[in-house]
């Protein structure tokens, strides 16, 4: 089996590099997933764009998706990040768990938002049109549902990457879920 080593900064491009020195600015670090990335000339840079990009979604909804999906798809690597990062967002261990599960009785409207995202993530898009009505009616817009979507997409991007290279995690790991 061909393993999947982790680029350090000297081994990208000339802009990946580049890329390199923002994160670590940033983010203190590079992340393993992210370092990945800039195996390709291009991927880095537009993932982090697409990432970044404006939303209709805060930050919270966002670790909503972020999370269901990365639970869905089996990502450790995004279970463990976005479990630190729903963290600094402002959700407890205990409403984390709650989330990676598709709910959030906390919040109604995040709570919508959980079953929807379980449902198109586990029905691969294909939305049961009752769940969509209940986003609709916890005071979701349309916009929200298509800028949902794009989360979508976007997670799924570093869950495949991870599932198929299976790259050393750096996060503490996610606490594994019990029914």
Same mark, same amino acid.
């Given at each position: ?17 580049? $890329? @390199? ?19 390709? %000339? ?7 764009? @697409? ?11 966002? %670790? ?29 261990? %205990? ?10 009785? @906390?919040?109604?409207? $995040? +709570? ?10 586990? %029905? ?22 298509? +800028? ?21 995690? +750096? ?9």
């Amino acid at each position: 089996m061909t393993t999947i080593n982790v680029p350090t900064r000297d081994q990208v491009s000339p802009a990946n590099q580049a $890329l @390199f020195d923002t994160l670590k600015q940033g983010l203190g670090m590079v992340p393993n997933l992210y370092a990945t990335l800039a195996l390709s %000339e291009h991927a880095l840079g537009n993932y982090l764009a @697409f990432q970044n990009a404006k939303s209709s979604l805060n930050g919270k909804a966002r %670790e909503v998706v972020n999370l269901v999906v990365s639970q869905v798809n089996n990502c450790q690597y995004c279970l463990s990040a976005h479990t630190v990062i729903g963290g600094m967002v402002g959700f407890k261990p %205990e409403q984390i768990l709650e989330i990676r599960r598709g709910g959030a009785s @906390f919040d109604a409207k $995040l +709570d919508a938002l959980a079953k929807l995202v379980k449902n198109i993530a586990t %029905e691969r898009g294909h939305a049961d049109p009752a769940r969509v009505q209940a986003f609709f009616d916890a005071g979701w817009t349309q916009e929200n549902l298509v +800028d949902t979507i794009v989360v979508i997409g976007d997670k799924t991007v570093t869950n495949y990457l991870h599932g198929t290279t299976k790259v050393p995690v +750096d996060f503490p790991a996610a606490p594994a879920l019990t029914n």
